[in-house]
């Protein structure tokens, strides 16, 4: 049951009322309202009511924040030390290409960034991020503790959201039975329990580009929130793409050419996947060292999330040089790490901790 803010008078009749009126709310309202669902105090029609109504009125960054900040709240939390990096598509483009996120995790992982990706089953494509790494033979029902410690002995790590968000499974039917999205879609990037200190955000909508980016400015991370200008949720080799750089507060905006990097366009259908044991063996390919369009797209994907790394920090990656000369670093440590067989340890050694894991905990 829904508890009343007595000191505010915030309950849900005053926040629909606001959101009727097309009222923003505030950071602190929307968080009230996560922490009744996540609390499991909502009822059904609360939960659905509120999505909806936030929906049509069209979110703010500070209301998308207060959901952000308090589901992450009642995540179970895992430390990882050192500095962290999460790279991660939100979905929805509809273009059923290969887990381009999964394996541009796994190569700046080969290049020496610690990667913590925050994920799930796919639900608008054929293939999510824990379907294809499943596939490949990673164990994924760890506990907490041990996924922390994965990323220090492998150099990355996979938090499955549905374990590490458990109090989510109190707005699932609401959410299923409204079947379009809602704020709670936008929210997976927002979220990772490990809290990572940089973030590489692939967004198929550009509203909802805007508002992850200014979510990651108003907390004042280090982030790139990007988007192919074909409709991706990707740097695209197929056109241009645009990044929102934030930094220190502020979002800048930028235009990635592929052929400025030395990659070659082609259409986005030769980025095209298929089911999860599909798209496993193309990681195995791209890993091995085949050329083509999804190896590019790899590249370009890698190499924006390692310059988040090297711009937001210290310069392992390239230091506090331009974007572009950051992008261009990132994408030949990328080349690298592939090339020279880096990337491909990386997905052996982490298979082998995870599997290690699993039986270890059954002995």
């Known amino acids: 049951m829904s508890v009343p803010d007595a000191q505010t008078d915030r309950s849900w009749p005053r926040l629909f009322t606001d959101l009727l009126k097309g009222s923003d709310l505030s950071s602190e309202d929307t968080s009230w309202a996560m922490e009744q669902i996540m609390a499991g105090g909502a009822s059904a029609a609360q939960v659905a009511g509120f999505l909806i109504a936030l ?29 962290t990096l999460d790279i991660v598509g939100t979905g929805g483009d ?21 990667v913590v990706k ?27 503790q041990r996924v922390g410690a994965v990323a220090v002995d492998a150099g990355i790590t996979f938090c ?3 374990t590490f968000h458990p109090s989510m499974r109190h707005a699932a039917v609401p959410r299923r039975e409204l079947g379009v999205p809602t704020a709670f879609n936008i929210l997976g990037p927002l979220t990772n329990p490990a809290r990572p200190k940089y973030s590489a955000v692939g967004c198929a909508d550009s509203r909802v580009a805007d508002l992850i980016a200014g ?23 197929a056109t241009t793409s645009t990044v929102r750089w934030v930094r220190n507060g502020q979002i800048t905006l930028h235009r990635v050419d592929p052929g400025a990097l030395g990659i070659a366009t082609a ?12 798209n496993a063996t193309v990681v195995h390919r791209v890993l091995a060292g085949a050329e083509g369009p999804i190896r590019d797209a790899v590249l370009l994907n890698t190499g924006i999330a390692l310059s988040v790394v090297g711009n937001g920090g210290p310069g392992r990656y390239g230091g506090q040089s331009s974007f572009e000369e950051a992008l261009q670093i990132g994408v030949d440590r990328a080349r690298t790490a592939i090339d020279d067989g880096s990337a491909a340890r990386v997905l052996e050694q982490w298979i082998a901790i995870t599997r290690d894991g699993v039986d270890s905990s059954r002995r």
């Open 55 to 83: 929906r049509a009125k069209g979110e703010t960054v500070s209301e998308v924040r207060g959901l952000a900040d308090t589901m992450r709240e009642f995540a179970i939390a895992i430390n990882v030390p050192g500095e």
């Open 94 to 114: 509809g273009a059923h290409t290969v887990n381009i996120s999964t394996m541009s995790a796994i190569v700046a992982a080969g290049a020496g960034a610690r």
């Open 118 to 144: 925050h994920g799930n089953r796919a639900s608008s494509s054929s293939s999510g991020a824990a379907d294809v790494l499943e596939e490949l033979g990673l164990a994924l029902d760890l506990p907490a």
């Open 160 to 162: 499955f959201s549905q």
């Open 215 to 237: 979510v990651f400015a108003d907390r004042g991370s280090a982030a790139a929130v990007f988007r192919g200008d074909d409709g991706l949720d990707e740097l695209t080799v």
């Open 267 to 278: 259409s986005a259908d030769a980025l095209r996947g298929g089911d999860a044991a599909h």
